[in-house]
C-alpha cells in the first residue's frame, strides 16, 4: 500500500462510509472499484459514491440468471445517478463446458456442483473485473453471517490480491433500510415480497420471519451460504 496500513485502518475507523470512501479514492485515483449485486447494502454504497461523484468505478457481475427485477434495478439506478455500472459476464465457453457437464440445473445435485456453476458465472469473470485495482469496495455486513462476522474494515483478500474496504460493515439491517427510505433509493421490488439476499433466480427463495438472512440462498444445502466470492480465509 501506497500508505502505512496502520495509519490508514485508524483514520477509516474514525470516518463515516461516505467518508472512507472519499479518502480511498483520493488515495487510489483510479485503483479503487466497488462491486454491486444492486442489493440493498450495495444501493446504499452506490448512493455514497455518486452523491460524492467520487472516481470509484462501479461494476456488477451478470450471471446469466438474474432475475428480470434485478436487471431492472441496474438500469433504474443508472438513470437516478447518470452514471455507468459496468457489467461483466461469465466465458461463453465456459458456461457452455459447465452446462455440457453438469446439466442446465445440475447444482441442485451436489455442493460441488453449485460451486463449479458459482466459480463459472461469479469467482471467474469478478478476478478479471478487480484485475489492476488495489481496493475493492463491497456491501458486506458482519451481522449478515457468521462467517461475516469475523471480516474487518478493511482486510487482505488472498484469493484476490486485493485490500477490501467493508464501509458498511458495522451497520445493522435497520440503518440500511432508513437510510434507502430517507434517500429515496432505488431498491429491487423482491425485498418487498421477502426476498432479503437475492442472487440467481434458481438459487434464491424468499425467506420467512424468524429465518437467517441468508437462509433463502442455496436452500436445498446445510454448507455455508457463501458462493466464494468472500472467502473466510483471508
Not at 447494502?41 to 450471471?63: C, G, K, R, Y
Not at 433463502?216 to 468472500?230: I, N, P, V, Y
Request: include cysteine; proline fraction near 4%.
Amino acid at each position: 500500500m501506497k500508505t502505512n496500513l496502520i495509519e490508514l485502518e485508524a483514520q477509516l475507523a474514525q470516518l463515516s462510509a461516505a467518508g472512507g470512501l472519499a479518502l480511498l479514492a483520493e488515495l487510489f485515483p483510479g485503483k479503487v472499484t466497488f462491486s454491486t449485486s444492486l442489493g440493498q447494502e450495495d444501493q446504499v454504497i452506490t448512493q455514497l459514491i455518486a452523491s460524492q461523484n467520487l472516481p470509484i468505478q462501479i461494476f456488477s457481475l451478470d450471471t446469466g440468471r438474474l432475475f428480470p427485477e434485478t436487471l431492472e434495478l441496474l438500469a433504474r439506478t443508472e438513470a437516478k445517478y447518470k452514471t455507468k455500472i459496468k457489467v461483466y459476464y461469465p466465458e461463453t465457453a465456459s458456461v457452455e463446458n459447465l452446462v455440457d457437464t453438469i446439466g442446465i440445473n445440475g447444482f441442485y445435485e451436489s455442493v460441488e456442483n453449485r460451486k463449479s456453476c458459482c466459480f463459472v458465472r461469479k469467482v471467474e469473470p469478478l478476478r478479471r473485473a478487480l484485475a489492476g485495482n488495489e481496493i475493492w469496495v463491497t456491501g458486506l455486513r458482519a451481522e449478515q453471517s457468521a462467517n461475516r462476522s469475523a471480516m474487518k474494515r478493511l482486510e487482505w483478500d488472498d484469493s484476490n490480491q486485493i485490500w477490501k474496504y467493508n464501509p458498511l460493515l458495522d451497520w445493522s439491517f435497520d440503518e440500511v433500510l432508513t437510510y434507502l427510505e430517507n434517500h429515496k433509493i432505488p431498491y429491487n421490488p423482491l425485498h418487498d415480497k421477502g426476498f432479503v439476499s437475492i442472487g440467481c433466480a434458481p438459487c434464491t427463495r424468499a425467506i420467512s420471519s424468524g429465518e437467517d438472512a441468508r437462509a433463502g440462498r442455496w436452500w436445498w444445502e446445510d454448507s455455508k451460504k457463501e458462493c466464494g466470492l468472500h472467502s473466510s480465509k483471508q
